[in-house]
């Protein structure tokens, strides 16, 4: 009797065992039999090779229509404010931005004739007026809710051809993941200052990121590029990040329904401002300002 208990304790015990084995061993081949992710191959390229491919991309786009989500950070706030918006832009410099909501039609309205631009906000029964040439937004633009140039829009989309000359070169930097394009200027003095870097991905060649210098080697505008997608066989940006941290400016711009090289009317790119708007000449104050300095 005493025998038969033993054995019965020693087979459910042996049992026990066994179906822990076989549930160890089954989780055991899950784990090594799961399939290994499949490794990155990433695309060689030649610095002239890469030059190409941004330089063919800007020759075929000379007109950009879209729909915009438009999130952009006031300096005096740490929240983001949003609005959708349209945008029309033809290339050099010639721009139409309107950003709108449910209550304000018009919440603002940046125009650029690829000369001069105007900054309308109507809630503030303000316009501003500038030159597209300075690329820096003036000081008078800081405190409002909205401080915006053509230059923050089309600088940051990289749609202008690269270059070189003899005070204009290029050199590129491989790492692991990404090709880094450094474009320098070298001034009559020969000293040399960074004007751009560019950041292309290996592994598909998009455009990663975009940094913009001046000349005191002070970063102007950091652009960082995502979701891409092809238009009209074009690579291009779906969400665009664009930072200039000397102006303390956050905007991100969510691209929809864009539409290559269809026409645009010229009367899109002119502005009359309302008779009911306060005009700031930004031209002015900045031209002031210049002479002020120059006679210290």
Known sequence: MFCRRVIRKSFFFVAIVIILLLLYSCSFRGVVLKPSPKPISYKEASLQELLDLINERAQMINTLKASLGIDFRPTSSRNYKSCKGRLLLEKPEKIRLKGYRSLLPTFFLLVSDGNSYWLSIPSKKKAYFG????KVVSEDLTQEDI???PSHIIDSLLLDEIELN???KAFLEIL???YIINIIEID???DIFSERRIWVEREDLNIHQHQWFDSKGRLISKVSFRQFKKVSGIKLPGL????RPWEGVYIRLLFNNINLN???EPEAFKFSPPKELNIINLSHREAVNKIQILNK
């Open 131 to 134: 030159q597209v040439e300075d």
């Open 166 to 168: 003899d005070s204009r």
């Open 176 to 178: 692991p993941e990404m």
């Open 262 to 264: 269809a026409a645009i």
């Open 147 to 149: 401080f915006l140039t």
């Open 240 to 243: 665009v990040f664009i930072h």
């Open 188 to 190: 009559a003095e020969g």
